[in-house]
Antibody
Framework: VQLVQSGAEVKKPGESLKISCKGS????????IGWVRQMPGKGLEWMGI????????RYSPSFQGHVTISVDKSISTAYLQWSSLRASDTAMYYC???????WGQGTLVTV | EVVMTQSPATLSVSPGERATLSCRAS??????LAWYQQKPGQAPRLLIY???TRATGIPARFSGSGSGTEFTLTISSLQSEDFAVYYC????????FGQGTKLEFK
């Protein structure tokens, strides 16, 4: 089982961004995929979760409206995107399988 | 929102000693509680789920206990590779993490 995330990004405030998380080694549509933020030197924050089987989607209130989570089950990939980045979005972002046992390596976003 | 509070914030322990980390929930989370270890520059690693079940490949020196609102992670005999930050997470009512306990070398 692996979750492989896209590479580090450096963006300017106001720009858009979409990062990815590709699952392999298991049936992608059978497990939820969550996204977790870790700001520099800080703890872990759960952002939201999506079920690739039917795209059922839920957000934490703190992140609702600012990020969009999506999935393309045909290529076993989940996405996290922003339409207008802020400096405060600078963080490491992790995807995690819903069973909590497998995590991506993280994508560092610098705004 | 279920608030998870970990204590202490920092724990100084010598190798070979026992470490006890605590996690308290603001409301009952039954046994839907996980513990993670995170080392610098690495993703979190699942240690314990369902409050007391070790994840695959986790050494027996790690044990979890508790239910409801009070939980404990115990590391029976600290090894050098155990010095890290530890987080608890409840998944009974959405998902929330504690703020972490840093386990440092004494």
């Amino acid at each position: 089982v692996q979750l492989v995330q896209s590479g580090a990004e450096v963006k300017k405030p106001g720009e858009s961004l979409k990062i990815s998380c590709k699952g392999s080694g298991y049936i992608f549509t059978n497990y939820w995929i969550g996204w977790v933020r870790q700001m520099p030197g800080k703890g872990l924050e759960w952002m939201g979760i999506i079920y690739p089987g039917d795209s059922d989607l839920r957000y934490s209130p703190s992140f609702q409206g600012h990020v969009t989570i999506s999935v393309d089950k045909s290529i076993s990939t989940a996405y996290l995107q922003w339409s207008s980045l802020r400096a405060s979005d600078t963080a490491m972002y992790y995807c995690v399988r819903g069973s909590l046992d497998y995590w991506g390596q993280g994508t560092l976003v610098t705004v | 929102e279920v608030v998870m509070t970990q204590s202490p914030a920092t724990l100084s322990v010598s190798p070979g000693e026992r470490a006890t980390l605590s996690c308290r929930a603001s409301q009952t989370v039954s046994r839907n509680l996980a513990w993670y270890q995170q080392k610098p520059g690495q993703a979190p690693r699942l240690l314990i789920y369902s409050a007391s079940t070790r994840a695959t490949g986790i050494p027996a020196r790690f044990s979890g206990s508790g239910s409801g609102t009070e939980f404990t992670l115990t590391i029976s005999s600290l090894q050098s590779e155990d010095f890290a930050v530890y987080y608890c997470q409840q998944y009974n009512n959405w998902y929330t993490f504690g703020q972490g306990t840093k386990l440092e070398f004494k």
